[in-house]
T-cell receptor, first 112, second 115 residues
Framework: GENVEQHPSTLSVQEGDSAVIKCTYS??????FPWYKQELGKRPQLIID?????GEKKDQRIAVTLNKTAKHFSLHITETQPEDSAVYFC???????????FGKGNQVVVIP | DTGVSQNPRHKITKRGQNVTFRCDPI?????LYWYRQTLGQGPEFLTY????????KSRLLSDRFSAERPKGSFSTLEIQRTEQGDSAMYLC?????????????FGPGTRLTVL
């Protein structure tokens, strides 16, 4: 299957707190997992990605963890800021063709 | 702007009409993807090209949809006999495939409204 599911659908956090978004996938052959941020009316933009040969990757305030056995991966945003407010999409590669299956997205609202 | 561009940005049409969208990828990118996005959903894969070859089409893509990438550069997506259910944002993305997974860069999208 090609299902990618995200939880929760909406997340509100106080500025400065951390936000965690979790995704699960069903295709055991998936080995590339990007996260995209989409602000209202704008195009999706990659913020971080991880490949199956690593369990964690960090870039400043953003980190992604991957558990291939459990088929889930998570996005962690620390010290959230108002500009982090957006919809975040996780995705997983399908097969060997770099085709991505996206989740439905998480609306993150950072409250000043 | 050297990013992915799409035209038109908005298209309003009447049911039953044909529409065509264009995508210009980042110049050196050999892969080009088409996605459809509806409100509250993530991008849904439609089809993709490696250079000029169309390598995969979604099972969800009806025969009213056709895509081309004639010279391995820009691509067009045509929808024939549009239906109200075709109303969505159509996103194009491109990437440079070099043997491993690489970032897909998205265009701004074409918003289609079918009346």
């Amino acid at each position: 299957g090609e299902n990618v599911e995200q939880h929760p659908s909406t997340l509100s956090v106080q500025e400065g707190d951390s936000a965690v978004i979790k995704c699960t996938y069903s295709d055991s052959a998936s080995n590339y997992f990007p996260w995209y941020k989409q602000e209202l009316g704008k195009r999706p933009q990659l913020i971080i990605d991880i490949r199956s040969n690593v369990g964690e990757k960090k870039d400043q305030r953003i980190a992604v963890t991957l558990n291939k056995t459990a088929k889930h991966f998570s996005l962690h945003i620390t010290e959230t800021q108002p500009e982090d407010s957006a919809v975040y999409f996780c995705a997983a590669s399908i097969g060997g063709n770099n085709r991505l299956a996206f989740g439905k997205g998480n609306q993150v609202v950072v409250i000043p | 702007d050297t990013g992915v561009s799409q035209n038109p940005r908005h298209k309003i049409t009447k049911r039953g009409q044909n529409v065509t969208f264009r995508c210009d990828p980042i110049s050196e990118h050999n892969r080009l993807y088409w996605y459809r996005q509806t409100l509250g959903q993530g991008p849904e894969f439609l089809t993709y090209f490696q250079n000029e070859a169309q390598l995969e089409k979604s099972r969800l893509l009806s025969d009213r949809f056709s895509a081309e990438r004639p010279k391995g550069s820009f691509s067009t997506l045509e929808i024939q006999r549009t239906e109200q259910g075709d109303s969505a944002m159509y996103l194009c993305a491109s990437s440079l495939e070099s043997g491993g997974y690489t970032e897909q860069f998205f265009g701004p999208g074409t918003r289609l409204t079918v009346l």
